[in-house]
């Protein structure tokens, strides 16, 4: 849909469709422009919920501001009850993986653990971004204490023979990892997938919280290996075992009953924020304490909960969910959630309110641990809020700045130059929302370089979109930044804004330079600079901001020139074009394996034939 505008730029289509969703239960599917889908969310009465995104006083988070004005089109699906309805989203969400259905503001917060199903050798590894780029990959957590599983994964590594190397270090061999029996051999085979896959479906128990249970089917497998005599298999199967009753037996017990496993789920708020913490009791021991992040206007405690609840077990498989789920507060519809919990376990699940004895005081426990992550998200938010809030006296803004960009060029000398535009929201970087810049102004290339003309074109291209014909008011997207960072003096600052006064907004923008050398603030205009100190927080904020936006662009500088190091060799031998330079890299993985191989293994490469496998090992072997 190239051609469609948002729905909020076209109230008289956005009207239309939204007199067509019905006032029943079911699913509704926000989708871009490209057609993608933005979100998926599900309601009792879907006419209201929709509706509700696009009020002007629904107060939005600025991610949900940010989404509703990409909105081109939405569908609908009409079920007969909301727990079907809460059935169909979990499936959908689960289908296509959309980018904002996410519960946490932001998901950088809390680390996961990631085993790549979708690939011949799974890789585990810890990450903090879930995002799947195969369904098939599958993500346990987020977990709040990022050390204990720190700990765990190196654990879990050095018990199991696992994948420890994205790529292989040697071509025709393995490295050490095999010899010490830290790895299978992956990177020549020398173990099949299906008996990999099933080594990994153990390590996978222990992210699911089912340590104990593969402690037991180990038990089975060495007492078996005893009997036939195979001792040294029952030997790995033992070391194995004392590993993981060490990884287990560090856990803090927190029930008695050692029969039931169960979550316990609470939440503490302030006026802006709300911290949740969902605690994994397994066998009577905690293995597992997982957080998540909420906007404390998003609800009521118990439909904020209620919420959190959903949204995880959608990404579980069946065997995590618990017998009971311990809770703090009532929820508003819990009977949908039992049910469809239910069903998805294949046997009753009970949510319960403890109000006495053990199962009250885990609740508290929980409870506790929630108001201290709350106490530190507090001190962030008070440190960045001070900080906007001298930046908004300091630049004479009539509101605090939501959103402040940054802009720096990098380069050696003209060559491979490039842009970074980094994104801070509410004081914070938001990661999601960075972007780097090729250079295309064939004035800038090596020995020529032109620092003022590439921030010009980067500014441009930027803000193109909001021109004053196009756009006459670009403060209602979310998009439009509040204060634009550029890292320089006087003379990067005069570039951009030429190129702003050209399309028109340089009075809808407030726009600054940061010069490193003495931290001094210019203005537009202006030939004398700010007076400051360079530790008040606004000036801080700046300086991060600054720092992060010459972070990005070197690291994006050093990977073009890396690819040019790498294709310069290749190059310059005949009849090798782009294309074909692009598979032998991604087959040999470096030009050195391609110096070192044969003409054979040359040939087993797509699209290089006999004589363009010669020519190629004729010109490394003169």
């Given amino acids: 849909m190239p051609d469609v505008l948002p729905l909020v730029q076209d109230p008289d289509r956005l009207a239309a469709r ?9 699913v509704y599917l926000m989708r871009d422009r490209t057609d993608g889908i933005l979100y998926i969310g599900k309601s009792k009465i879907l006419r209201n919920r929709v509706r509700s995104y696009f009020r002007e006083s629904s107060g939005h988070s600025y991610r949900i ?34 980018q904002y259905n996410v519960l946490l503001k932001d998901d950088k917060k809390y680390p996961y653990v990631c085993i790549t199903w979708s690939e011949d050798y799974p890789r585990i590894f810890f990450t903090r971004k879930r995002r799947m780029s195969n369904q098939r990959d599958r993500y346990y957590g987020p977990y709040v204490d990022t050390r204990s599983l720190r700990m765990t994964l190196g654990l879990v590594k050095r018990i199991f023979p696992l994948r420890q190397r994205r790529k292989p270090l040697f071509k025709d061999r393995p490295c050490l990892n095999y010899d010490i029996g830290r790895c299978p051999g992956v990177c020549q085979a020398l173990i099949t997938p299906e008996d990999y896959h099933k080594t990994v479906q153990k390590v996978a128990m222990v992210f699911q919280g089912r340590t104990q249970e593969l402690i ?39 029930l008695p009953d050692d029969t039931i496993s169960r979550d316990a789920i609470a939440l503490a708020a302030d006026e802006q924020h709300c911290c949740i913490q969902l605690f994994q009791v397994r066998a009577g021991k905690l293995v597992g304490r997982l957080g998540f992040f909420a906007q404390a206007q998003s609800g009521t405690p118990g439909a904020i909960l209620q919420r959190v609840l959903e949204e995880h077990y959608q990404g579980v498989e069946a065997i995590e969910i618990p017998n009971e789920i311990l809770l703090q507060h009532e929820l508003p519809e819990p009977e949908i959630l039992t049910q469809w919990l239910g069903e998805r376990r294949g046997r009753k699940v009970q949510l319960m309110l403890p109000q006495r004895q053990t199962k009250a005081e885990l609740l508290d426990m929980v409870e506790r641990n929630a108001q201290y992550e709350l106490d530190r998200t507090q001190r962030l938010s008070d440190r960045n809020h001070r900080a906007l809030q001298d930046l908004s006296q300091l630049l004479d803004l009539p509101t605090l700045p939501q959103r402040i960009e940054g802009y720096d060029i990098s380069h050696i000398q003209g060559s491979n130059a490039v842009a970074s535009q980094v994104v801070f929201v509410e004081g914070m970087a938001a990661k999601q929302h960075y972007r780097h810049y090729k250079i295309k102004n064939p004035d800038v290339k090596i020995g020529r370089s032109d620092d003022f003309a590439s921030m010009a074109e980067v500014i441009g291209r930027r803000f193109r979109k909001y021109r004053k014909e196009v756009n006459s008011n670009p403060h209602a997207d979310p998009e439009f930044p509040d204060v634009v960072l550029i890292d320089g003096g006087k003379g990067q600052l005069s570039s951009v804004v030429e190129i702003l006064q050209d399309y028109e907004l340089l009075e809808e923008l407030t726009v600054i330079s940061l010069a490193k050398q003495r931290e001094e603030i210019f203005l537009p205009g202006e030939s004398n600079p700010l007076n400051t100190e360079p530790e008040q927080p606004g000036v801080q904020l700046l300086r ?53 191989a044969s003409v054979k293994q040359l040939q087993e490469v797509s699209g290089i034939g006999p004589q363009l496998a010669r020519e190629i090992y004729d010109y490394f072997h003169p």
């Avoid at 497998?221 to 790995?236: C, G, H, R, S």
């Fill in 18 to 26: 939204l007199k067509e969703i019905p006032p029943e239960p079911g």
């Fill in 65 to 98: 501001a940010l989404m509703v004005h990409q909105i081109v089109e939405i569908e609908f699906i009409v079920t007969d009850t909301e727990a079907e309805a809460l059935a169909l989203e979990a499936n959908l969400i689960k289908q296509h993986q959309p």
């Fill in 216 to 254: 037991r089917q180990l038990h089975g497998q060495m007492e078996q290996a005893a009997e036939d005599l195979e001792f040294e298999k029952a030997a790995q199967l033992r070391d194995r075992i004392r590993g993981l009753q060490y990884l287990h037996g560090d856990q803090k017990v927190a």
């Fill in 544 to 596: 991060r901001v600054r720092d992060e936006s010459h972070r990005f662009a070197v690291s994006f500088h050093r990977q073009q020139r890396l690819k040019q190091s790498r294709r310069s060799q290749l190059d310059q031998i005949p009849r090798l074009g782009f294309n074909r330079q692009k598979l032998l890299l991604a087959h040999f993985r470096s030009v050195d394996y391609i110096r070192e």
